[in-house]
């Protein structure tokens, strides 16, 4: 579940050395084998959050915990399936659901949906003309996530353009206002 990279970074002359600050602080690295300290701490977290679920459905759906722990177990339903199981009471769209949230709750015809829209900028225009004139079969992936990659490594390439030094590239972008 957890991948190790080290053999193969090693056989294409790639060498990690790694700097930390606390002794799990390197827990998900592809490039070392997961202790069982940190493989312990994973399933601790795991089992917590199925708890969790457990106690919820079993609350919610009025079920014994137990008859839930028997439908559940990691296992993915279709609606169809999950409507038999007693886990969901309807059928419908995220339209649906909201009109019958708003009724539960009152509202009649008191309530309006905010869609938030984003105006692209103009790199992401170019990038989304890019990604839709572009013959790559990857292109025919969702649009929305390979878009959010494609215009992430756009800003970064962008960045770093006639720069030197070391560069570090981080999982958010940092910016003065």
């Given at each position: 579940m957890f991948p190790n990279v080290a053999k193969l970074a090693?056989?294409?002359?790639?060498?990690?050395?790694?700097v930390k600050?606390?002794?799990h602080a390197n827990m998900f690295s592809p490039?070392?084998?997961?202790?069982?300290?940190?493989?312990?701490?994973?399933q601790d977290s795991v089992d917590r959050v199925y708890d969790a679920f457990l106690d919820r459905v079993s609350s919610g759906r009025t079920l014994e915990r137990e008859a839930v722990h028997e439908i559940a177990q990691g296992r993915v339903w279709t609606g169809r399936d999950a409507q038999k199981l007693g886990l969901v009471d309807e059928l419908g769209s995220l339209d649906d659901a909201v009109k019958r949230a708003a009724e539960l709750a009152g509202l009649k015809e008191e309530f309006a949906v905010l869609h938030l829209h984003h105006e692209p900028d103009e790199w992401e225009q170019l990038l989304d003309t890019w990604l839709r004139d572009s013959g790559d079969p990857l292109v025919a992936l969702p649009r929305g996530a390979l878009s959010d990659v494609a215009r992430t490594a756009l800003r970064a390439s962008l960045q770093t353009q006639n720069r030197s030094g070391i560069w570090a590239r981080l999982p958010y972008t940092l910016r003065r206002d």
């Open positions: 090693k056989t294409v002359g790639v060498d990690i050395e790694t600050t606390s002794p490039f070392e084998v997961m202790s069982p300290e940190s493989l312990a701490s994973v």
